[in-house]
């Protein structure tokens, strides 16, 4: 008991202060929440306004149908592309592959027709002729396959397609982001995807172009009649004159006489040498597979398939390792670059209303970037060429510094 009451008189006693609020008064001008009975006067004629209000933001905004055509046509010009870019792709990787395995199968053969005019008469013999012999053989159709194909060319092809159809992918952007677009925007944004699609076709048989025609052409990836949006500028005779005609006629007159000359020129010497190349190849590889049926017969004969196998491999390593057929092709574009700025220059001077061309002083601009110049430097052109003409003499300069 004692104990009990020492410990309880030495508790301690805590307690725990909180300080009181103030109490807050709020002044009698705090609007009150409305009751259900101010809610239930609001009508619909109260909201009628506002949905007025978005209708017309939504009738304004409405995208025109000319829009929503070359939309259409955007999507599709940006799937060519892309299926362009993977054919383009994989027909470089069968220029590398049908290279390389034909040439191991012509080196492989050739072997064999030199270890077999070592080996005596026999079983070993005969199988040694008739390996080398079908390896030719083989080699031989290979090469037909490949070089009436071209692959390089084909890849070069669909290179070139691949960049006209984002050039053109990016004009109709350009329109779009211009706004305004027109029935006759459509229907030539058509024309240049069907003119690319003929020009630049993606399967091979029945459509692929012909790789050995008889005269060099420049390629053609745009329609026949070109349709030039008609710029809204407030220009003197929308920025044409006459000093700016005769400017361009005497550049169309360089292209001509300079430009377009020198690619077909290289264009027909390119064409001969891949023609060349494409006959001998198979030829030699022929000779070969039916000289190496002789092997044995006499010290010399293993001479002829040894020989013609080697020379082939050299000439197959040539024309597709140099891809000659690429070549060609580069300058079929480059002759189709100038004929389209030919074509575009020509079309725009024979119209007379200076008001339905596009704007002159655009136009130069275009032309010269095109040419890889300032502006200055194709009037430089222009004037040289005039006096050049003047004096009977030929121009010493090509048109475009590009290529």
Same mark, same amino acid.
């Given at each position: 008991m004692i104990s009990s009451t020492i410990l309880s008189s030495k508790r301690v006693n805590a307690a725990i202060h909180v300080p009181k609020l103030p109490r807050l008064n709020f002044p009698s001008s705090v609007p009150k929440i409305p009751t259900s009975k101010h809610v239930e006067g609001l009508t619909f004629t109260d909201s009628a306004p506002l949905l007025e209000n978005n209708n017309n933001d939504l009738s304004n905004s409405t995208i025109s149908n000319s829009t929503l055509q070359l939309y259409a046509i955007l999507e599709a010009v940006s799937d060519r592309v892309e299926m362009h870019k993977n054919i383009g792709d994989q027909r470089d990787n069968w220029n590398t592959l049908l290279l390389n395995n034909i040439n191991m199968i012509t080196l492989t053969a050739a072997t064999l027709a030199g270890v077999a005019a070592t080996t005596g008469a026999g079983a070993p013999l005969l199988a040694l002729k008739l390996s080398s012999s079908l390896l030719f053989s083989a080699a031989t159709g290979m090469l037909l396959v490949m070089n009436k194909i071209q692959p390089s060319q084909l890849a070069e092809e669909q290179r070139n397609a691949t960049r006209l159809f984002k050039q053109l992918k990016a004009q109709i952007e350009t329109t779009i982001a211009l706004g305004n677009p027109t029935e006759e925007d459509v229907k030539s944004s058509m024309e240049k995807v069907l003119a690319l699609d003929k020009a630049y076709p !993606? /399967?091979?048989? %029945?459509?692929?172009?012909?790789?050995? #025609?008889?005269?060099?052409? /420049?390629?053609?990836?745009? /329609?026949?009649?070109?349709?030039?949006?008609?710029?809204?500028?407030?220009?003197?005779?929308?920025?044409?004159?006459?000093?700016?005609?005769?400017?361009? $006629?005497?550049?169309?007159?360089?292209?001509?006489?300079?430009?377009?000359?020198?690619?077909? $020129?290289?264009?027909?010497?390119? !064409?001969?040498?891949?023609?060349?190349? *494409?006959?001998? %190849? #198979?030829? !030699?590889? %022929?000779?070969?597979?039916?000289?190496? *049926?002789?092997?044995?017969?006499?010290?010399?004969? *293993?001479?002829? #398939?040894?020989?013609?196998? =080697?020379?082939?491999?050299?000439?197959?390593?040539?024309?597709?390792?140099?891809?000659? %057929?690429m070549v060609f092709e580069m300058y079929r574009n480059c002759g189709g670059f100038f004929k389209l700025l030919e074509e575009t220059i020509e079309t725009t001077l024979e119209e007379k209303d200076v008001e339905r061309r596009e704007n002159g002083e655009i136009m130069e601009m275009k032309m010269a970037l095109?040419?890889?110049?300032?502006?200055?430097? !194709?009037?430089?052109?222009? =004037?040289?060429?005039?006096?050049? $003409?003047?004096?009977?003499? *030929?121009?010493?300069?090509f048109a475009s510094k590009l290529f």
């Open positions: !993606l /399967p091979l048989l %029945g459509a692929m172009l012909d790789k050995f #025609p008889a005269k060099f052409e /420049p390629a053609v990836w745009w /329609p026949n009649t070109q349709f030039q949006r008609k710029n809204d500028s407030k220009t003197e005779r929308n920025g044409w004159s006459e000093e700016l005609e005769m400017e361009l $006629r005497e550049v169309v007159e360089v292209v001509k006489r300079k430009d377009i000359e020198d690619y077909e $020129r290289l264009g027909n010497i390119a !064409l001969k040498i891949n023609k060349s190349l *494409a006959i001998a %190849g #198979p030829l !030699l590889t %022929g000779i070969a597979a039916v000289g190496s *049926a002789f092997v044995g017969n006499g010290s010399l004969a *293993a001479i002829v #398939p040894v020989m013609a196998g =080697s020379l082939a491999a050299a000439i197959n390593a040539f024309e597709h390792g140099g891809q000659v %057929g095109k040419l890889g110049r300032s502006v200055s430097q !194709l009037r430089e052109l222009a =004037s040289k060429s005039a006096s050049c $003409r003047m004096e009977g003499i *030929a121009v010493d300069e």
